[in-house]
């Protein structure tokens, strides 16, 4: 159980994709960054990205970060977001939180687990896949919580009660709180 426990838990919390410390990430020695799509980077099923969202995107990989993007979704009907995200690599019907999504797109980033970050909006497939994998996990706050698809709704009182647990065993890793 407790094992669960810390294999459920971020290793650091932010309120969006835009809030990460990416340059402190880098002095770390994280090279590679994998984000979730749906309710990370845009309302969840959203057909685009903001233009926001893709200018962080560049300025992360010309920060020296390999990016790329995970995400259980089948990917089909999602021409525009396919065509914007073009450059980077995807891996769609990624079964998170089993692992097999994220060792493929850490080789196709020519990354290691242990120098990659994973940033994602879900307990449950995002951060428990990530530390099952080894990978360095940060939680975002979702964009959208009223569009979160079905199962991820019924999902969100457990994780809501399992941070608040996280918040009271130890003082959490907020690194946004005290730049
Ligand atoms: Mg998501």
């Given at each position: 159980m407790k094992r669960l426990f810390s294999a459920l838990r971020p290793d650091e919390i932010c309120s969006?994709?835009?809030?990460?410390?990416y340059e402190r990430l880098r002095g770390a020695g994280y090279r590679a960054l994998i984000f979730d799509i749906d309710?990370?980077?845009?309302?969840?099923?959203?057909p685009q990205i903001s233009e926001a969202v893709y200018a962080l995107l560049q300025r992360v990989e010309a920060a020296g970060f390999a990016v790329g993007f995970l995400s259980n979704?089948?990917?089909?009907?999602r021409l525009l977001l396919k065509a914007q995200l073009g450059a980077w690599p995807v891996v769609w019907?990624?079964?998170?939180?089993?692992t097999h999504g994220y060792e493929r797109l850490i080789a196709l980033l020519r990354s290691s687990p242990s120098q990659t970050v994973m940033i994602g909006d879900q307990l449950f497939t995002d951060i428990w896949g990530a530390k099952r994998t080894g990978l360095y996990a940060i939680l975002v706050a979702p964009v959208s919580l009223p569009s979160d698809s079905f199962w991820a709704k019924l999902r969100r009182p457990l994780e809501r009660l399992l941070l608040w647990l996280f918040s009271r065993e130890n003082?959490?890793?907020?690194?946004a709180d005290n730049r």
């Open positions: 969006s994709v835009h809030e990460i410390d309710n990370t980077l845009g309302e969840w099923g959203c979704d089948s990917g089909e009907d019907r990624a079964g998170k939180p089993k003082p959490p890793h907020d690194h």
